[in-house]
């Protein structure tokens, strides 16, 4: 009898911890990069943007992710500006396709983040300072960019794809 209590017990514990797994949620890692910091000129769109007609595989500026694809729901993104001169910050976007451009403000040189639905957001860290975002998402195709005047434009962005 004690040793079937013992076995049940040790069952619910394992049960308790595992379920306590899958609630736990994902974290990605991330790094906000650039080489050249303040020699490059992000004065003008460099259109290597999602969609934009520039080569992005030329990009000064990256998002570089632990993962690119990650299962629905908690989601926590770690974010690193791994930078030694430049501010940036993270935005996770929701998009449709790695093709069709987002909207975009010349003026300003940046995506237009209302307009595409930005889900959230690592404001601006300074080099070497890091932040957090906690979001629940659906499958689907998300960018996660830089969006600071220039830096989109110039291929500071990735794809995250949620299963």
Known sequence: MYGQIKLIGLAT???????????????????????????????????????????????????????????????????TNGSKELTHEMLVVPIKDEQTPLAFSDVENRADEEKEGSLGEVAELEPGKAGELTLDLKPGTYVLMCNIPGHFGGGMWSKLIVQ
């Not at 769109?45 to 080569?55: E, R």
């Open 13 to 79: 514990a394992f049960t308790l911890s595992t379920v306590g797994l899958a609630f736990a949620g994902t974290t990605i890692n991330i790094t906000l990069m650039d080489m050249g910091g303040n020699k490059l000129d992000l004065s003008k769109n460099l259109d290597m943007g999602v969609g934009m007609k520039g080569d992005k595989s030329k990009a000064m500026l990256h998002v570089m992710l632990d993962k690119e694809t990650v299962p629905a729901g908690s989601v926590t993104f770690k974010v």
